[in-house]
């Protein structure tokens, strides 16, 4: 069972995502508490919603496939930028194919560097995710400079994220 989504702690309507190609994605598709965006123990499941294109699981265990296809959104520490998380690892969607959030995940980052952060401490999401079928989707207004006319991004309750710096914290202590 799915635990309810931990994005928009203090409803500010920061639980969408903008493309140009696709439109708006949402990250608490069923409202306060329902199925969207989830971050637990270093890994993010649940949720999204696109109305032009449908369903984004963040996780193999939204649909029960991690035996045949494992994949999912995970947070790790961010060496570049102390008190950041990186969310790494892809999405799935049945109409649009696989939505990759960093480029670690293509090894693709000489070439081109992309990906999403979340500040630990407030829980706001910068950057972009890559999709081959989709284009760039813009998780902050402030990667568009927008946000003047129009304010949109992603936030995590940074409670849910506590146990994530807690982990780290703990793995820095018992190194070596």
């Not at 990759?100 to 407030?122: F, K, Q």
């Not at 079928?133 to 991004?153: H, I, P, Q």
Request: hydrophobic share 35%; charged share 20%; aromatic share 12%.
């Amino acid at each position: 069972m799915l635990h309810a989504e931990t994005v928009d702690p203090d409803t500010n309507g920061l639980h969408w995502a903008w493309s140009e190609n696709t439109g708006w994605t949402d990250a608490q598709p069923g409202g306060p508490g329902g199925s969207g965006l989830h971050a637990e123990n270093l890994d993010v499941s649940g949720w999204l919603w696109a109305a032009n294109i449908g369903w984004i699981s963040a996780h193999c265990k939204n649909t029960a496939s991690c035996t045949d296809v494992s994949y999912g959104l995970r947070l790790k520490t961010d060496n570049e930028k102390p008190g950041w998380l990186l969310l790494v690892g892809k999405a799935w969607s049945e109409n649009a194919g696989w939505i990759v959030s960093h480029c670690l995940e293509s090894d693709s980052c000489d070439e081109n560097y992309y990906g999403l952060r979340v500040e630990a401490a407030t829980g706001l999401v910068e950057g972009y995710a890559w999709s081959e079928n989709l284009g760039w989707l813009s998780f902050s207004c402030s990667n568009t400079s927008s946000c003047g006319k129009v304010s949109f991004g992603l936030q995590f309750d940074p409670v849910a994220l506590v146990l994530v710096e807690d982990i780290f914290k703990d793995s820095f202590e018992s190194s070596p």
